[in-house]
Structures are given as C-alpha cells and as structure tokens.
C-alpha cells in the first residue's frame, strides 16, 4: 500500500479490509486478462513499455495525431476547485479519478469541489471517477440529486479494468 493515502486506505477497511482487498485486487488483474496484452501490469513488472503493449499516445500510428493536437493542451497547477472558480466556460466531460477519496476527510472541500463542478457543468455532461470504496457515500447531497449514474454499466467496465486496483468506477450524467 505504499503510495495509497490514508483516506484510501480507510475507504477499502470500510468494504473488505486491506489484506483482503490487495489479494483479490492482485489476483484479479494478474488472472482475467492475459499479462501480453495488459500495459499496465507489464509497465510494472518490466519497468518499461515494449512496442507492442503499450497505451495508444505511444504507438507510431498515433504520432502524427497527437503531434497536430498538441498545441491543445493546457496545463494548469492548480485545484480543480481553483480552476473551475477562475473559468468562464462550461465544461461537459469531468473526468475526476481517485481524487475525492482523498477529500472524503475533508468534507468542507469535497463540497465546494462539488458545487463548482455543478456551476460549470453543462446539461448532460458526463462525469467519471473510481474510488476505492465501493460505495461513495461521501459525495454531498446536493451534488447526488442533479446526477444519474449507471450503476450496472459501470460495474460491468469496472470488472473489465486492466489495472484493477479500485473498488468501483462511476459514471453520471448531469440532470439539471
């Protein structure tokens, strides 16, 4: 667990415990697909991709692609409460991670994150991230009541996760 904040660490304690949830989260990833086609595992494992198992932004074919879409990037340093405070435009994809297990110690800020995201979601956007709870609690009311999520759809990706080290992933629209 080397790595894993405390926050994580006590979401997986409310589900499995930690001893538990590694093994099956090891043996799963490491068993359901096979180590040649899982970039992930194999980066781990060798300490380096290999030409023919390795994300897509890596792959020749994709070169000229990302080279043309480049210029596109932004990179911000800043919380994406702070960003999100600071921008005029309207989002309609938030894809947010792991990073709300780490604010569900501190509410007073998962909350604010929440209502930002809110304020510049557009109607219908789509929000993703993965916990290492299986069950998310923590997210505020207010956020829950404009957000449908596809339990069922999302369970079955989350099985299919090549790196398989989370609980469950998440995916809502924006209702309102």
């Not at 692609?65 to 435009?89: D, G, H, N, W």
């Not at 930002?116 to 009311?141: E, K, Q, T, V």
């Amino acid at each position: 667990m080397l790595g894993v904040p405390i926050e994580q660490i006590r979401q997986i304690e409310r589900t499995s415990g930690v001893s538990a949830f590694v093994e099956a989260k090891v043996a799963s990833a490491l068993t359901r697909t096979p180590i040649r086609e899982n970039y992930f595992w194999r980066v781990y494992i060798n300490g380096h991709y290999s030409e023919d198992c390795c994300p897509n932004y890596l792959r020749r074919e994709h070169f000229e692609t990302l080279r043309s879409r480049a210029a596109r990037v932004m990179i911000y340093t800043t919380t994406l409460t702070r960003l999100l405070q600071s921008a005029a435009e309207r989002y309609s994809v938030f894809v947010l991670l792991d990073h709300m297990d780490w604010l569900s110690a501190a509410p007073e800020l998962l909350n604010e994150e929440w209502r930002f995201i809110m304020m510049r979601a557009l109607p219908g956007a789509r929000i993703i991230y993965r916990s290492a709870a299986l069950h998310c609690d923590y997210l505020p009311d207010f956020a829950t009541s404009r957000l449908h999520f596809e339990p069922v759809w999302t369970a079955a990706l989350n099985r299919r996760d090549r790196v398989g080290t989370y609980a469950s992933f998440h995916f809502a629209t924006v209702t309102s």
